[in-house]
């Protein structure tokens, strides 16, 4: 692994199905970021951890859980899924620990179709 | 909502042609950073400037930063057809330790 690796790369589920997002850093980093992409709204943060062990919520967290039981993973769960989640999904990882460049490293991207 | 406010939406230029895009943000910042997204990628950091820097260069590459105007551009000079891709500012906000994105330029490089 080198990076950030997301799973599944793009996945068709239907409305009120549970689906679990993964992501995986092999960086150390961390400060870890699950962002959502639509067209015409940008990035837009729905959680993020500083640590292992801590989370916190972005601009948009409902509907979205996230969990940071070790440094390198950061899975993002629908608990269950509606239309509107339908979007690319975003992992990031950055090192904050140092002197504040906060500078992000994307993964793939997770395309997620709700129906 | 979203800090930074690229402009313009889109940009349609030649290859040789200098791209510049701007970036407006609405709350003091720790730096400032741009990144470029390849259609159907994630983002790739081009690079960071800092409050206290006004102006900063990496290959063809030229940001400047007028923190009294909250605002930044990125120059991109000679352009290439491979520079086609949305470009995205980010503001490190002082408050927090996330990043806030701008919605992005679409750039694109015709040969």
């Known amino acids: 692994i080198a990076g950030i690796t997301q799973a599944p790369t793009s996945q068709i589920l239907a409305a009120g199905r549970r689906m679990t997002l993964r992501c995986t850093q092999d960086?150390?980093?961390?400060?870890m970021y699950w962002y959502r992409q639509d067209l015409g709204l940008g990035l837009r943060l729905i959680h993020y951890s500083n640590t292992a062990g801590t989370t916190g919520k972005g601009e948009v967290p409902d509907g979205y859980s996230v969990s940071r039981a070790n440094t390198d993973d950061f899975p993002l769960t629908l608990a269950s899924a509606v239309p509107s989640q339908t979007s690319v999904y975003f992992c990031?990882?950055?090192?904050?620990?140092?002197?504040?460049?906060?500078?992000?490293?994307f993964g793939p991207g997770t395309r997620l179709t709700v129906l | 909502s979203q800090q930074g406010e690229e402009d313009p939406q889109a940009l349609s230029i030649q290859e040789g042609e200098n791209a510049t895009m701007n970036c407006s943000y609405k709350?003091?910042?720790?730096?400032l950073q741009w990144y470029r997204q390849n259609s159907g990628r994630g983002l790739v950091h081009l690079i960071l400037?800092?409050?206290?820097?006004r102006e900063k260069h990496s290959g063809r590459l030229r940001v400047t930063l007028d923190t009294s105007k909250k605002s930044s551009s990125l120059l991109i000079t000679a352009s290439r057809a491979a520079d086609t891709a949305s470009y995205f500012c980010a503001t490190d906000d002082s408050r927090y330790s996330t990043l806030t994105f701008g919605k992005g330029t679409m750039l694109l490089v015709s040969p």
């Open positions: 990031a990882s950055s090192d904050t620990s140092g002197a504040g460049r906060n500078e992000q490293f």
């Open positions: 709350t003091s910042i720790n730096n």
């Open positions: 400037i800092r409050s206290n820097e």
């Open positions: 960086m150390r980093h961390n400060a």
